[in-house]
């Protein structure tokens, strides 16, 4: 199976604090995404890392790729309380020209409290 | 990117009885897809909605239970048949695109209760 595992499976840090999670994959990839879901609402696509691609940013995140260790992990920095969420990794595998097959196979998430 | 919208947002249904959920993107998409989030748990892929032909199943969804319709570029559904309390979960609508991007982007999903 491809699906992934993401630690640690719940995370409790203070306001300010930096959080690290972590995901890890069992097969060879197209991309990585990751999502935040709020109170088992839709899901809110955060970033996506290619294969070919080590790091990415976007605002207070950060997210690393080792495709030798087939592991990816997502900061968070300056932790606000509205990042209150669970978190998921999904990873997407590869098909004709560079994109993916497009179905996505998701992590167990991580579940991120942030107290003001 | 791709809004996403979902009908009914919740519902609460009888079992045995069926319910038909929609999905709304604002965009043409290449791709579509279901999924469903079982209480405490993470997203499985049910199907891939393909448009003008079956939908693609994976192992352990069959069409007769979960039937899937895509009529177009922008537009699916997934209807949750026969259904018992196992099937109480929320389902997700999900697209590709548009354009050749591989973000995909997820609706609000529908919280589906079977007593």
């Known amino acids: 199976s491809q699906q992934g595992e993401e630690d640690p499976q719940a995370l409790s840090i203070q306001e300010g604090e930096n959080a690290t999670m972590n995901c890890s994959y069992k097969t060879s990839i197209n991309n990585l995404q990751w999502y935040r879901q709020n109170s088992g609402r839709g899901l809110v696509h955060l970033i996506l890392i290619r294969s070919n691609e080590r790091e990415k940013h976007s605002g207070r995140l950060r997210v690393t790729l080792d495709t030798s260790k087939k592991s990816s992990s997502l900061l968070i920095t300056a932790s606000r309380a509205a990042d209150t969420a669970s978190y998921f990794c999904a990873t997407a595998f590869g098909g004709a020209g560079g994109t993916s097959y497009g179905k996505l196979t998701f992590g167990q998430g991580t579940i991120l409290t942030v107290h003001p | 990117s791709a809004v996403i919208s979902q009908k009914p947002s919740r519902d609460i249904c009888q079992r045995g009885t069926s319910l038909t959920i929609q999905c709304q993107v604002d965009s043409q998409v290449t791709m579509m897809f279901w999924y469903r989030q079982q209480p405490g748990q993470s997203l499985t892929l049910i199907a891939t909605a393909n448009q003008g032909s079956e939908a693609t199943y994976e192992s352990g969804f069959v069409i007769d239970k979960f039937p899937i319709s895509r009529p177009n570029l922008t537009f699916s559904t997934l209807t949750v048949s026969n259904m018992s309390p196992e099937d109480s979960s929320i389902y997700l609508c999900?697209?590709?695109?548009?354009?050749?991007?591989?973000?995909?982007?997820f609706g609000p999903g529908t919280r589906l209760t079977v007593l």
């Open positions: 999900s697209a590709r695109g548009p354009g050749n991007t591989d973000t995909q982007y």
